[in-house]
């Protein structure tokens, strides 16, 4: 159904009259647009770093491993390549540490082009023996899960699913499929970090709108949408203002989808409207598709940008300059833990879920931007906030119950 998007600037359009022309904006007595510093500000005292985590991420120290372990650690990516920029890119910078870290380490790689690559380099990487498959990526959880359940002796650990009571682990009853005690769940709560990156984005628009677009419709993508949108609605409700937020609906799911995660002049395109309705700053959830809308930001001058999984800023240098910040999912950290558990317990270890609390999550430098101290502070607020409430939509429920007395 969304076919019909690609490439298509006009039914882009459409979508923009009829649907998406979201306005994040928190009820207010003022009816006035006001629009803060833009990048480059001067006038206010600056900062060069994101806000840091207020509670210490929690540690686990392994002991060494037993001498003479080894472990071959072999990732499957998702499409979009090893070198994506983003997060297949960033799951093999883990494997990567791993392998010049751990003694006795060793990593392979397959890239998927296609869906119909996942289970056959699933089964080619088994068939060589290696100790752990690490597959990267939500897309590849059915294949994922029917390899582990054919052979449970195999050690998984997939990034963005994890096994539940729900398809593909499951029926359509809920009855688990196999116990799927061979495979770990690397899983982020991304929208804790977007909430902040939306809320500094409305800050730092000079237009009065910001936007987003996804590759697909599907929970890694929008999730990332979700947090971004509600952090611009946050910013509203406290400084009474009226930013919009274009691209994506909370509340219906209605949004701007590319389709796919490759095509960079699909990046341009979905950009260029986004643009065209009022934006200044995008933030592209789309792997490389996001390379589209780098290159067009710095050809025109007309955007900035907030990349997505890795610091655009270190993986896409060449468009520096148009970087605002970028959402970061540590996942290098994550898959490095999880061949470390190999190599020392001989398992994979529990589950996993990253958030702002044990630094999973969280925002890239401002780098060479210059943000107003006053906004650096306020996102480092809502950050600590967000920590203290235990989730995003903890803190959300709170801010909206009614207050006693």
């Not at 699913?161 to 009855?175: K, L, R, V, Y």
């Not at 993986?315 to 020392?344: H, R, W």
């Amino acid at each position: 159904m969304f076919a019909g998007l690609r490439r298509r600037g006009a039914l882009v359009a459409l979508l923009f009259a009829f649907a998406l022309l979201v306005a994040a904006c928190a009820e207010s007595d003022s009816s006035t647009t006001t629009t803060s510093a833009a990048p480059g500000t001067t006038a206010a005292p600056t900062t060069t770093a994101p806000p840091s985590t207020t509670a210490p991420p929690e540690t686990t120290t392994l002991p060494p491993p037993p001498e003479g372990n080894t472990v071959l650690a072999c990732q499957v990516s998702d499409v979009g390549g090893i070198d994506d920029k983003s997060f297949n890119q960033s799951a093999w910078k883990g494997s990567q540490d791993a392998a010049a870290e751990l003694e006795g380490v060793s990593i392979e790689f397959l890239e998927s082009q296609d869906a119909a690559d996942y289970r056959p380099n699933i089964d080619a990487f088994i068939n060589q023996g290696c100790d752990v498959i690490l597959t990267i990526g939500f897309l590849l959880a059915a294949d994922t899960a029917a390899a582990a359940a054919d052979n449970p002796e195999q050690l998984f650990g997939i990034v963005d699913q994890a096994p539940g009571p729900f398809e593909p682990w499951a029926d359509a009853s809920g009855t688990m499929l196999a116990d799927y005690l061979n495979v770990r769940g690397i899983t982020f709560e991304t929208d804790e970090a977007a909430f902040l990156a939306g809320y500094l984005a409305a800050g730092m628009s000079e237009s009065g709108a910001v936007g987003t677009y996804g590759g697909l419709p599907i929970p890694p993508v929008t999730i990332f949408m979700d947090g971004f949108v509600r952090g611009v609605a946050r910013y509203n409700e406290v400084n009474g203002t009226s930013v919009q937020a274009l691209g994506y609906d909370v509340e219906t799911g209605d949004g701007l989808f590319t389709n796919n995660f490759e095509s960079q002049d699909d990046g341009r395109a979905f950009t260029q409207t986004l643009i065209d309705n009022g934006a200044d700053i995008v933030l592209p959830v789309a792997g490389p598709v996001g390379n589209g809308t780098a290159a067009l930001c710095a050809e025109t001058s007309a955007c900035m940008m907030i990349g997505v999984d890795a610091d655009w800023f270190e993986t896409a240098p060449e468009y520096g300059a148009i970087y605002l910040t970028s959402v970061l999912k540590n996942i290098d950290v994550a898959v490095f833990n999880t061949i470390n558990n190999v190599l020392v317990l001989g398992g994979i270890g529990n589950s996993y879920i990253g958030t702002l609390a044990n630094d999973g999550v969280g925002l890239a430098p401002f780098h060479d931007v210059a943000v107003p101290q006053e906004l650096a502070d306020a996102v480092a607020a809502e950050q600590a906030a967000i920590i203290a409430a235990g989730s995003l939509e903890a803190y959300l429920e709170a801010l909206a119950a009614p207050e006693e007395g």
